[in-house]
């Protein structure tokens, strides 16, 4: 069971960008979902989340900018960014809770990380 990312790259101020994270595997089921981002020399911060059931929550920082989404059919959880700053310039990481094998709770797995940056 893995996740991989995959999206990033070089982008101009203003700019979009659209990620991308694919669970594979034997999975049963995917719990919570969420996209994380660490800039050089900095913490990994949320920067969004999305349960299964509830409400959505973002970093105050993206409100407004970025979306995140997913397709069950496809285990893909997105992340839309639009109107991007040169300081959303990160190595981005998916993470998800899964139900795997014969295990009656959830996984945290992550993604292995994909980097944008945002720079004219």
């Known amino acids: 069971v893995q996740l991989q990312a995959f999206g990033g790259g070089l982008v101009q101020p203003g700019g979009s960008l659209r990620l991308s994270c694919e669970a594979s595997g034997i999975i049963k089921s995917i719990s919570t979902v969420a996209w994380y981002r660490q800039a050089p020399g900095k913490q990994r911060d949320l920067v969004a989340r999305?349960?299964?059931?509830?409400?959505?929550n973002y970093a105050d920082s993206v409100k407004g900018r970025f979306t995140i989404s997913r397709d069950y059919t496809k285990n893909t959880v997105y992340l839309q960014m639009d109107s991007l700053k040169p300081e959303d310039t990160a190595v981005y990481y998916c993470?998800?809770?899964?139900?795997?094998?014969?295990?009656?709770?959830?996984?945290?797995?992550w993604g292995q990380g994909t980097e944008v940056t945002v720079s004219s």
């Open positions: 993470n998800a809770d899964m139900f795997v094998g014969e295990n009656v709770y959830p996984t945290n797995y």
């Open positions: 999305m349960p299964r059931y509830g409400r959505v």
